[in-house]
């Protein structure tokens, strides 16, 4: 199944038309979901549908009626929800929250796209939730997020595979409106 990305961004590129059969497609996985989730919101804090994604995502114990009054105290005052848990909250739970996405923030304006994304799927919690036990469908998700970082270094491979030789730190920015055009 992990090994479905790069069949796929292959034929996107070629413009050639596929149907995957007996499974979903690499991008519809819920894990690349949820991480792609991670790196839209820490590239743009306004991407209000990634954090109410994975605010409790892994579980960190911030319910469904606190992820209400975040979505209806950012309605009201017109602001993303980002805005109102980075200057209102005081739940532990989410200023946790608030802290990891600062920090992951911080990490992406001075690391490679590569870099960062391997600290969101750690940090995050969301290989340490699969890790844990480690049945078939978690060894499975595993490996589909070990293939979605292969992604981010392949991407960068590329960008510098140019002639003059010369490095330049690929963003997680970039790697996202890459990923963004595949899917």
């Given at each position: 199944?992990?090994?479905?990305?790069?069949?796929?961004?292959?034929?996107?590129?070629?413009?050639?038309?596929?149907?995957?059969?007996?499974?979903?497609?690499?991008?519809?996985?819920?894990?690349?979901?949820?991480?792609?989730?991670?790196?839209?919101?820490?590239?743009?804090?306004?991407?209000?549908?990634?954090?109410?994604?994975?605010?409790?995502?892994?579980?960190?114990?911030?319910?469904?009626?606190t992820k209400e009054n975040?979505?209806?105290?950012?309605?009201?005052?017109?602001?993303?929800?980002?805005?109102?848990?980075?200057?209102?909250?005081?739940?532990?739970?989410?200023?946790?929250?608030?802290?990891?996405?600062?920090?992951?923030?911080?990490?992406?304006?001075?690391?490679?796209?590569?870099?960062?994304?391997?600290?969101?799927?750690?940090?995050?919690?969301?290989?340490?939730?699969?890790?844990?036990?480690?049945?078939?469908?978690?060894?499975?998700?595993?490996?589909?997020?070990?293939?979605?970082?292969?992604?981010?270094?392949?991407?960068?491979?590329?960008?510098?595979?140019?002639?003059?030789?010369?490095?330049?730190?690929?963003?997680?920015?970039?790697?996202?409106?890459?990923?963004?055009?595949?899917?």
């Open positions: 199944n992990s090994q479905s990305r790069g069949f796929e961004e292959s034929l996107r590129r070629m413009n050639i038309p596929y149907k995957i059969r007996g499974g979903m497609s690499f991008y519809q996985r819920k894990e690349i979901k949820d991480i792609l989730a991670y790196v839209r919101l820490v590239v743009n804090k306004k991407d209000d549908e990634a954090l109410f994604r994975i605010i409790n995502y892994p579980t960190r114990g911030i319910g469904d009626v975040i979505r209806l105290a950012a309605q009201q005052a017109n602001v993303s929800m980002w805005e109102v848990i980075d200057q209102a909250a005081k739940q532990a739970k989410v200023l946790a929250f608030r802290d990891l996405i600062v920090e992951l923030t911080e990490l992406s304006n001075r690391a490679d796209a590569l870099t960062v994304l391997r600290e969101i799927a750690t940090r995050s919690g969301i290989i340490g939730q699969f890790s844990m036990n480690r049945t078939p469908e978690n060894i499975s998700v595993l490996e589909n997020i070990d293939e979605l970082i292969n992604s981010a270094k392949a991407f960068i491979d590329s960008e510098n595979d140019d002639e003059m030789k010369v490095e330049k730190r690929v963003t997680l920015s970039d790697w996202l409106e890459n990923v963004s055009l595949m899917t």
